[in-house]
């Protein structure tokens, strides 16, 4: 990357207004015309948003997406639409056994409209107040209850493969647990035997941090600092982890952007909401020092990585080991081109790391780490400011998607190909869309001067 040290939050005023304006207009669309009975949308194929069998993850940035909107904006018509579409469909979630994705969906929903009702910025009512908090909190008790222990006495929650199966992208769902706790939840298994969902929390983002990062040293010395594998396995007779491995990058090996992207967002969260809980509650299971060295080194070398091996204008390819990508040339150096005929950008990467880069340079800054965290929270508006633009802010009225040139599956080719093209590019996703509206909304409220924005704002 290219990162660009003259850009402030108050230079993109302009681009903001812009894309609020285009995203209302998109979520009106969705709402007008996509029929809910298919199932949540996923993706748009020739810009109408359709749906992609595999688990019900994006339903809650739908409607999550509506919520932002209305907090950027105070359109009342986004908040109205949303309160109703989440009472009408989104129970299912709450209580859904087989996913890993209860971060993405109840945090994105229930606990959004918790914290506009926090935060002051919808009308208070404690019926239903109580309702958002009761999602919430059985939500992470139902997330935690996907546990996994590793030979070295930690855990993780399992992903949708089964028990042996650690994903890079749950350490956002670690959020659900977290609330969770903060709302004071107790979670029971068999004799009454207590559960603490901070603790499992914080051992699944160290194993994340063990065993999904690589450092170039000790057990992965022949890697390099900050890559990460989708998916890590385990033996689950003995705890024992096994081999790196990838779903939706190109190997275990190569480096699935989304993944990494996920990782820089999540420790970089993580790493603030550390500071809202006191050391009596960590130190019966871990101390502060520790965590937020751990949580620290690993946020650095993700978004470390993501800087060295993006191009100039920070939009990545799909997995930074794709097989074709030597047929580019010099890439890095250069702006990202969706439209190239040999592997596909990944614009959703962008977004969620963009956020992940401004969480760890403001919470350096605020440590005292000023040349860090300039360096993280430059890179952080770089990449923002290009995606507020052309050609990946949606500007045709006639496309339901507001974030171009994303990629959900690529070993699987789930992903449309334009005739003319070989490689998928000017379409949309449900997570690309929520997360460049949650990282623009997190900038739009640094330049109003409003609360600063993070998920633990729902429980006050």
Same mark, same amino acid.
């Given at each position: ?18 894309? *609020? ?10 709402? /007008? ?23 019900? *993850?994006?339903?809650?940035? !739908? ?5 932002? !909107?209305? @907090? ?8 109205? +639409? ?18 890993? @994705? ?26 239903? /107040?109580?309702?958002?908090? =009761? ?47 903060? =709302?004071? !939840? ?51 007779? &003995? ?23 996920? $990782? ?16 009596? $509650? ?21 978004? &470390? ?12 390819? *799909?997995?930074? +080991? $794709?097989?074709?990508? %030597?047929? =580019? ?16 950008? #990944? ?32 890179? +952080? ?14 500007? #045709? ?16 080719? *789930? ?17 690309? &869309?929520? %997360? ?7 900038? !739009?409220?640094?330049? @109003? ?12």
């Amino acid at each position: 990357m290219l990162i660009n040290n003259t850009l402030t939050p108050q230079s993109l005023t302009n681009k903001l207004q812009r894309f *609020w304006q285009l995203s209302g207009k998109k979520i009106e669309a969705i709402e /007008k015309n996509y029929d809910t009975v298919k199932g949540s949308p996923v993706f748009t194929v020739q810009g109408k948003y359709t749906t992609r069998g595999w688990t019900e *993850w994006t339903q809650g940035f !739908q409607y999550g997406s509506a919520i932002l !909107q209305f @907090d950027a904006t105070g359109e009342t018509s986004f908040l109205d +639409g949303a309160k109703k579409s989440v009472v009408k469909v989104m129970s299912p979630h709450i209580s859904h056994i087989g996913v890993h @994705d209860h971060g993405f969906n109840n945090v994105s929903t229930y606990g959004n409209l918790l914290r506009l009702m926090v935060e002051g910025k919808m009308a208070y009512d404690e019926w239903e /107040k109580n309702f958002y908090e =009761l999602a919430l909190k059985i939500s992470g008790c139902v997330q935690a209850a996907r546990w996994t222990k590793t030979a070295d006495g930690g855990g993780f929650i399992y992903s949708f493969n089964g028990p042996h199966s650690l994903f890079v992208d749950t350490i956002r769902s670690c959020r659900s647990l977290m609330v969770s706790y903060k =709302l004071g !939840q107790v979670f029971q298994a068999e004799n009454d035997k207590k559960i603490n969902l901070l603790e499992r929390a914080v051992l699944h983002i160290k194993a994340t941090a063990k065993y999904s990062v690589f450092y170039g040293e000790g057990r992965d010395s022949y890697d390099i600092w900050g890559r990460t594998a989708h998916e890590s396995v385990f033996n689950t007779n &003995d705890g024992n982890f096994r081999c790196p491995n990838s779903q939706q990058g190109y190997t275990g090996f190569t480096t699935w952007t989304r993944g990494l992207s996920w $990782a820089m967002c999540g420790f970089a969260e993580e790493l603030e909401f550390l500071e809202t809980v006191n050391d009596d $509650a960590l130190n019966t299971f871990s101390n502060r020092a520790e965590a937020e060295v751990i949580f620290l080194k690993a946020a650095k070398a993700t978004c &470390d990585f993501f800087i060295a091996n993006t191009p100039v204008d920070g939009i990545p390819y *799909w997995d930074t +080991g $794709a097989p074709n990508l %030597h047929k =580019l040339g010099n890439y890095l150096n250069r702006a990202a081109e969706p439209f190239n005929d040999y592997e596909p950008v #990944d614009s959703s990467a962008a977004a969620i790391g963009a956020q992940g880069l401004l969480r760890l340079g403001n919470y350096l800054k605020k440590k005292g780490d000023k040349e860090d965290g300039s360096k993280y929270w430059q890179a +952080g508006l770089t990449v923002l400011n290009t995606l507020l633009d052309e050609p990946y802010l949606s500007t #045709d009225e006639q496309h339901q998607g507001l974030l171009l040139h994303t990629i959900y599956h690529q070993p699987n080719r *789930w992903d449309y190909v334009h005739p003319g093209q070989k490689i998928a590019n000017g379409e949309s996703c449900m997570w690309g &869309d929520y %997360h460049i509206r949650e990282v623009a909304l997190y900038m !739009q409220r640094l330049i @109003d001067g409003g609360k600063y924005y993070a998920f633990y704002n729902c429980v006050g």
